[in-house]
């Protein structure tokens, strides 16, 4: 099978010929792999972030595609573009800071984005740690290389992945959505707006599940958040609030015949539970073990590994980051061991191999999928 058909084969719940295996390094070592400062590829786009990603998964030859997410600025399915621009309001060595800026209005955002040669941008930055007057009294356009834009940036990333793996898009639906303390207050202060946010975004995300489904080229999978979803939010909140509307989209995802996925960091035990008994979700991930999380993959497999697809669950620090090759083959094998029967899985990490992760690790944790993963 090619890697692409691989996976898709799992989304299916058919078997393949491998245990398909997609670490998670959307980000860090694609960037540290152009030899550019990191800011080249986040803010000058030379090259994009999905280009970078893309080298990355060709290299390693993984079954590549959950972490491509970053398409542009330019929405691919109703070609909307941001109505703020970008500007560079400080730089020195080691740092790159922008804000918004609203050419309607004249306004500037009250806090920025920090680019570093070495690390991917921060962003909600003040503009008082760089010392720029607000508003600021000088800036310089940001000269990015120019790419192609929405639908069209979107045909020529699936084109030149191929079949090295799969191309999804947005759904427009978040599992995330209390994302700080000050949003826990703010909603126990006045739920109102939060759960109209909510509402709303559940009926912008059907509609925009019609517009996929007229596309000419539809998306292998779509994304439905929701990165730390149980970090600021209960289980709870995520019940009575969330999966009302998680369970509209997956069932309509389904009805038009398009798997969803969901990456959720963090603690995730609970929300497995919740999205395997009650919505159509298709795959999730990364099922990170303690700390970091609360999932055993062994226990996953057992109680849920029939009726969803499992992704997971490597240790990003401990193993990838600090481990030896022979970590890495004893864990895949581990858990190739423990959740690779009757399929319905994906090995993978959890969330984000750090920038320093050994290539060789990396290497070997997909020589051990393509061996000793085979069924």
Same mark, same amino acid.
């Given at each position: ?5 691989r ?16 670490? @998670?390094f959307s980000?860090?070592?694609?960037? !540290?792999?152009?030899?550019?400062p ?10 994009? =972030?999905?280009?970078a990603?893309?080298?990355?998964? !060709? ?14 600025p330019v929405d ?6 941001p ?8 730089? @020195? ?7 918004a800026f ?5 306004q500037?955002s ?18 008082? =740690?760089y010392?720029?007057?607000q508003?600021p ?6 000269d990015? %290389?120019?790419q ?12 030149? #992945? ?26 126990? @202060? ?6 109209e ?6 009926? @912008? ?20 958040g ?8 209960t289980?709870?909140?995520v /019940?009575?609030?969330i ?5 509209? #989209?997956t069932?309509r995802?389904a ?6 996925h969901?990456?959720s960091?963090?603690?995730e !035990?609970?929300?497995?539970?919740? #999205?395997? %008994? ?11 073990i ?6 055993t993959?062994?226990?996953m ?20 980051? =600090?481990?030896?090759r ?6 895949? /094998? !581990? ?8 399929g319905?899985?994906i090995?993978?990490t ?5 920038r320093?992760?050994?290539l ?8 051990t ?7």
């Amino acid at each position: 099978m090619t890697n692409r058909e691989r996976l898709l084969a799992v989304l299916r719940g058919e078997m393949p010929d491998c245990v398909p295996v997609s670490p @998670d390094f959307s980000n860090m070592i694609p960037c !540290k792999l152009t030899g550019k400062p990191f800011w080249d590829i986040y803010l000058f786009k030379d090259p994009p =972030l999905w280009r970078a990603y893309i080298d990355a998964m !060709k290299l390693f030859d993984n079954d590549g595609g959950f972490e491509l997410y970053d398409y542009g600025p330019v929405d691919v399915v109703n070609g909307t573009r941001p109505e703020t621009e970008e500007r560079i309001v400080y730089r @020195d060595s080691e740092r790159i800071f922008t804000q918004a800026f609203d050419p309607r209005t004249g306004q500037w955002s009250e806090r920025g984005i920090s680019y570093s040669a070495v690390n991917p941008p921060v962003e909600n930055v003040a503009p008082s =740690l760089y010392g720029v007057p607000q508003p600021p009294r000088e800036w310089e356009p940001v000269d990015a %290389k120019p790419q192609p834009e929405g639908y069209e940036a979107w045909l020529a990333i699936r084109d030149l #992945v191929g079949n090295s793996g799969i191309v999804g898009m947005s759904s427009g639906f978040g599992t995330f959505v209390l994302g700080s303390e000050a949003d826990v207050y703010s909603f126990h @202060d006045n739920p109102g707006p939060w759960i109209e946010k909510i509402q709303r975004m559940t009926e @912008d995300s059907l509609a925009r599940l019609e517009a996929i489904a007229r596309l000419p080229a539809k998306p292998d999978f779509l994304t439905c958040g929701g990165s730390g979803t149980l970090i600021f939010q209960t289980p709870g909140f995520v /019940r009575e609030h969330i999966l009302p509307g998680l369970k509209r #989209v997956t069932r309509r995802a389904a009805e038009i015949g398009i798997p969803t996925h969901i990456h959720s960091c963090g603690p995730e !035990k609970a929300l497995v539970d919740m #999205v395997v %008994k009650e919505t159509d979700l298709t795959v999730i991930d990364p099922l990170e073990i303690p700390p970091m999380g609360d999932c055993t993959l062994g226990e996953m497999k057992r109680l849920y590994g029939e009726r969803i697809v499992l992704k997971g669950n490597l240790h990003t620090t401990q193993v990838m980051l =600090l481990g030896s090759r022979d970590d890495v083959v004893r864990a895949s /094998r !581990k858990a190739i061991d423990d959740a690779g029967k009757g399929g319905r899985f994906i090995l993978s990490t959890g969330d984000q191999c750090g920038r320093e992760t050994p290539l060789e690790n990396i290497r070997a944790m997909v020589e051990t999928a393509r061996t000793y993963g085979r069924y």
